[in-house]
């Protein structure tokens, strides 16, 4: 019965991959990683202004249809990929993967009301925010 519900709402469900991913930097190896994408790759990559308690800059870069934040995060002692996730219900898909035993974790980064970080069994950080419709 419990495996009969959770089909139910699987079909209910649908995430799509989000257009951002972040890169979250090491300090000692931020500047190297924009100039490398800058200068090596030729990317056109734009500084942008943050006001955050735990990424002290990024820079933004067109990677395909895809937005590349390169985020200089203290405390992080390697290079790490976050995704986004995206879904027309937040608070259903929530509960659905609190079902599935993924639990939130939205203590690792600040982030606007509505939306949620879970990780995967790997440890990759995945954003699950409400579907952008004018994408």
Known sequence: MIEENKQHVRMEINFRGGPNIAMKIPPGDYEKTVAFYRDILLFDVEEVPIDHPTVLATHKL??????????????????????????????RA??????????????????????HWIKDPAGTVLLVKKLDNDK
Not at 74 to 88: D, R
Not at 96 to 109: A, F, G, R
């Open 62 to 91: 067109r990677f395909g249809e895809t937005i590349l934040w390169l985020d200089c995060v203290e405390g992080v002692t390697q290079g790490q990929l976050w995704l986004e996730l995206q879904t027309t219900d937040v608070d």
């Open 94 to 115: 929530t509960a659905y993967l609190q079902t599935n035993d993924v639990q939130t974790c939205d203590d690792i980064e600040k982030i606007s009301p509505g939306m």
